[in-house]
């Protein structure tokens, strides 16, 4: 293991927001957002947009240092690396308020750091963490929970807050499914460092890889870091998802998020699941689920199994405005 080097796991944050709905403005809601304004934000917390795509839904920016989706009424932006992503709420919340929009939600959520001694302030430990979180919320989202999530392997826990104001509660059909992978097949990582200067380099990667194979009806949105890393967004409808890929050995790292439904073919979710494993063929595998349904988790395991990987993991907690929210951990069969 490398004495220090690129942290590849992200903290991510997301914030849910309502307004009058006699107000032509929620429409587009946080949509209307200026990029000057955006890029502001995103100074503080030390990254910036490097792409960007969108539709009739929602506008999806691949970051320096990961991702960002803004939603009329939400918006989820997850950054790696040492980037300061808590300094975003404040500014986030103003930004809102000048549209009429009302914060009502919190979600916060990262793994275990691989190199925990070099995050600056706050992000040295959870609990300091979460002040800072409760410290830039208003008191209307007063039901609030924070808690680490264990698991049979060391280092490998899930850290969780969620806030609420009791009153506004996240569609309760859908799902998010959040994966990380570490120790990733050394052959295939190779496929992530940049070998030419062409502004196609980015689509080579993901088709060496097989990315683009993992939901094909997506709109790629995606970007070549140098000398070597890859982030893409997908864009189906109003379902985003998310890989990022920090390939150095030593400390590979991989992850990828989408978004699903109850109602969905589970076997398409599986199948999606499997796929996006698959790729990077990592020796282990972190998976945090959180849904209104308990029963979201178990498609994960599905996957998980067919790709001849065993749970060594389960640990499942009920947070206020997010629901379950379940962490497993997963290994090659063979190891114990």
């Known amino acids: 293991m490398a004495v220090s080097g690129f942290e590849g796991f992200e903290k991510r944050l997301e914030l849910h927001f309502f307004g009058h709905h006699n107000d032509p403005t929620v429409t587009m809601g946080l949509r209307l957002i200026d990029f000057d304004s955006l890029n502001q934000v995103l100074r503080v917390v030390q990254c910036a947009v490097v792409s960007a795509v969108g539709n009739h839904f929602f506008d999806a920016y691949v970051l320096s240092e990961s991702s960002l989706f803004v939603y009329p009424t939400k918006i989820i932006i997850k950054t790696c690396g040492t980037t300061q992503l808590l300094k ?78 009791g009153e506004h509660f996240p569609a309760d059909d859908t799902f998010t499914v959040e994966v990380c992978m570490t120790e990733l097949d050394r052959v295939m990582a190779r496929t992530f460092f940049k070998t030419s200067h062409d502004s196609a380099a980015a689509k080579g990667m993901a088709e060496l890889a097989g990315i683009d194979g993992i939901n094909p009806r997506a709109i790629v949105c ?55 494993v698959q790729v990077f063929k990592p020796a282990t595998v972190s998976v945090s689920t959180t849904s209104l349904h308990r029963e979201a988790w178990t498609t994960v395991v599905r996957a998980m199994e067919l790709l001849g990987l065993k749970c060594r993991s389960f640990v499942m907690d009920e947070f206020p405005a997010a629901g379950t929210v379940v962490f497993q951990t997963f290994t090659a069969a063979r190891r114990k």
């Open 88 to 165: 975003s709420i404040r500014p986030l919340i103003h930004l809102a308020s000048d549209l009429g929009l009302t914060l009502c939600g919190c979600r916060y959520t990262r793994g275990s750091f691989i190199f925990p001694e070099s995050q600056p302030f706050p992000y040295v430990n959870f609990k300091q963490e979460v002040i800072c979180i409760e410290e830039n919320l208003p008191d209307t989202l007063c039901f609030r929970k924070a808690s680490v999530m264990p698991s049979k392997l060391p280092s490998y826990s899930w850290h969780a807050f969620s806030a609420g104001d």
């Open 222 to 276: 995606d970007f070549e870091f140098d000398p070597c890393g890859y982030s893409m967004n997908g864009v189906d409808g109003d379902r985003y998802s998310t890989i990022h890929v920090t390939p150095e050995d030593g400390f590979s790292y991989a992850s990828f998020e989408c978004v699903g439904s109850v109602y969905d073919d589970q076997d398409g979710i599986v199948e999606t699941l499997k796929k996006a």
